[in-house]
């Protein structure tokens, strides 16, 4: 680049530079002026304002800034570029391990669960009983309300004769010998599919509940003066319209959810698993901030986490903008 190109550039930035200050300023005034004239409903979102940033807002800069240092806890943040992120990614072979599993209980338990919830939310809809729709909404909740309720899957696929699943088995002929569900590497990933699957009828589901019972009945007579003329046609074009606020949350939980999967793996299939088979990029974050105590490490790991979170949220954003088009 030539000495001109370079100075025309700096002159540029030395252009911008006071526009970009007296911006904010103007933003600030704005913004100042507004606190005066809406003091009252300030002040009374004040309180979660400083709780927000100082439990999410805060945390997630700090996490972000010790992503470039290492830090071990016991002496001070030493700053150190992009090592880590290069680590991750060139000389990390687990964390790649871990990505490809996160990525897959994310592409197979998040689109599902979340289509299930919505499917099994507007079948309990329809029924007419109150109480009965009820008794099955809580039916379907329960394992997510439960808690550890998980764990009763470690007793199915319990890897002696006592486990359910190889009782069974052993029983119609299919096997003679107990198999080893969560010691075989062949078998720990489709069981802990079926089992997060068997918990996602979460907040979500509950949202979906509330978005279809508030939809205005009106809307589903005009749609059939205008041409609606089945079920799906319904669903499509007046139900999910109507409820794009309680799909956009459920979205959002479901990808939280299934992006942020580690206590239940680590109960069922060991932590770590056998050949890091069940090893999710939370599981690479805990391994490393709460055992080894690299901070700086588990800070890159988790700010790449949630950079891919924002992206996905985005995506659904932009599909759910279509719902009805």
Not at 34 to 50: D, E, M, N, Q
Not at 55 to 80: D, H, K, M, Q, W
Not at 209 to 215: E, S
Request: aromatic share 16%; with cysteine; net charge positive.
């Amino acid at each position: 680049m030539s000495k001109k190109v370079q100075t025309t550039h700096m002159e540029d930035d030395r252009k911008l530079f006071p526009l970009l200050v007296d911006y904010g300023k103007i933003k600030a005034r704005q913004l100042g002026k507004s606190i005066v004239k809406h003091k009252l409903s300030y002040f009374f979102i004040a309180p979660y304002c400083l709780l927000f940033i100082m439990f999410y807002l805060v945390p997630v800069c700090v996490s972000i800034a010790l992503g470039f240092t290492y830090f071990n806890v016991l002496e001070p943040p030493r700053f150190i570029g992009w090592k880590n992120y290069v680590d991750l990614f060139f000389a990390d072979e687990i964390f790649l391990t871990a990505v490809k599993n996160t990525f897959l209980f994310a592409v197979i338990t998040g689109p599902v669960g979340y289509f299930l919830a919505l499917f099994i939310a507007w079948m309990i809809n329809d029924i007419k009983n109150s109480k009965v729709r009820a008794f099955l909404t809580l039916i379907f909740y329960a394992p997510t309300i439960s808690g550890q309720a998980y764990v009763v899957w470690k007793y199915i696929f319990s890897s002696d004769t006592y486990g359910l699943a190889n009782g069974w088995l052993m029983k119609l002929g299919i096997t003679y010998s107990a198999n080893l569900w969560f010691e075989d590497e062949r078998y720990i990933m489709p069981i802990l599919i079926i089992v997060i699957l068997w918990m996602s009828m979460g907040t979500g589901f509950l949202s979906f509940i509330a978005g279809l019972q508030n939809v205005d009945r009106s809307l589903y007579e005009a749609g059939y003066m205008d041409g609606i003329k089945n079920r799906f046609q319904e669903l499509w074009y007046i139900t999910l319209p109507a409820m794009k606020e309680q799909l956009m949350f459920g979205a959002v939980m479901t990808i939280t959810s299934s992006f942020s999967i580690h206590d239940q793996l680590a109960a069922l299939a060991g932590f770590p698993s056998v050949n890091y088979a069940a090893h999710t990029v939370v599981s690479h974050l805990v391994d490393y901030g709460s055992v080894r105590f690299e901070m700086g490490y588990a800070s890159a790991i988790a700010t790449l986490l949630f950079m891919v979170m924002i992206l996905c949220n985005k995506l659904v954003q932009s599909i759910l903008g279509r719902v009805g088009k």
